[in-house]
């Protein structure tokens, strides 16, 4: 999808259309989650701090991300796609491979397929998208890279390695900050450098990495769609406006933080089998602490009573007890087991787990504010920075 959230917002509210749209995080800390096209020319960016992108659109519209829209939207769109194959594998909200080889016997040419699924995201949701097409995955999403906005682009394989000569090292796969910095040190700044360097001298600059890298910088990519993968972990976190100096304020936020994950876990039908917090004091100093579970489990209470012990620890442990970010990560168990209808739980655990059912109904029936936690409104807790 191009410029999702923004996207959304503009197609919601006529009178943004065309104009700067930046969705994000309001306060002074705030981060930039989508940026239109629009507020995209006076380069803003997505993750560049709110404050900096106020200094170079001061006329831009900023709001606040509305996750329950943007979710819905993209429930609809993945829709779509399973009316085209089966085989998807969806990275985030907005953006997915599709593997469309079987489809193509009974719905028409790859390209043509290409063609209604872009037409298709238009008529039902009002929305652009740009389609990229290829043999493999790396390309594939190169080609909606170089495509965007609103755009519908193939890269055959005859062209691949010329098109990916003339790229910088950092548009492959896997090139991030660091590993960029160490190829500019050798010399090697265009894709086309990787392609011509021998292996023996790439090796010595990546090590082990310089073959994977070598074949990517040649447009080979055998990785497959993994349309079965499960998700590793569900988390929330938030920056707050001020420095959180009092526990209870800390542990409101990391209450509210374990409702939302603790819900996307259920609704997903998984159990946690490790909670994480991430801890970032000032100016930004990031640390975590885990534990696992055993057994696994997905109720709020529970989790938050897990989540709460390794923050009293850490901070008790702290000589200045100040936060600026607070997350906690549920990790995902590997075997999953239905719990049985007769299972014996400690009355504590049954009430965790029949409040956590009642949560859900409440919530699915009057939205997800329906039903919240008093300790999670303590008096005094920051907004969402």
Known sequence: MDAFYASVEQRDDPTLRGRPVIVGGLGRRGV????????????????????????????????????????????????IFDEFTPQIEGLSLDEAFLDVTASQRALG????????????????????????????????????ELGKPDGLKRIDPAVAQALLAALPVERLWTVGKHTAAQLHAAGLVSVGDIQRVPHEQLQRVLGPRAATLKQLALGIDERAVECNRQEQSVGAEETVEEDLNDLAAAQALLMRLVERAA??????????????????????????????????????????REAQALLERWWHDQPKRKLRLLGVSLGVATEQRQAGLFDQLPQPEADDKLLASLED?????????????????????????
């Open 361 to 385: 109904r409440i919530n699915a029936r009057f939205g997800k504010e329906g039903l919240r936690r008093a300790r999670g409104m303590s008096k005094g807790t920051e907004k969402q920075g």
């Open 263 to 304: 819900a996307r876990l259920r609704h997903a039908g998984l159990q946690a089998g490790v909670v994480q917090l991430k801890l970032r004091t000032p100016p930004f100093h990031t640390e975590t602490r885990q534990h696992r579970l055993q057994p696994p489990r997905a109720d709020t209470g529970g989790l938050y």
């Open 32 to 79: 930039v989650a989508t940026a239109s096209y629009e507020a995209r020319k006076f380069g803003v960016r997505s993750a560049m701090p709110t404050a900096e992108a106020l200094r170079r659109c001061p006329d831009g519209v900023y709001l606040v991300p509305r996750m329950a829209v943007y979710q819905a939207v993209s429930a609809q769109i993945f829709e």
């Open 109 to 144: 040419t790859a390209w043509q397929l290409a063609r209604q699924i872009k037409s298709r995201v238009s008529d039902r949701t009002g929305l652009p998208c740009t389609v990229g097409l290829a043999h493999n995955k790396l390309l594939a999403k190169l080609a909606s």
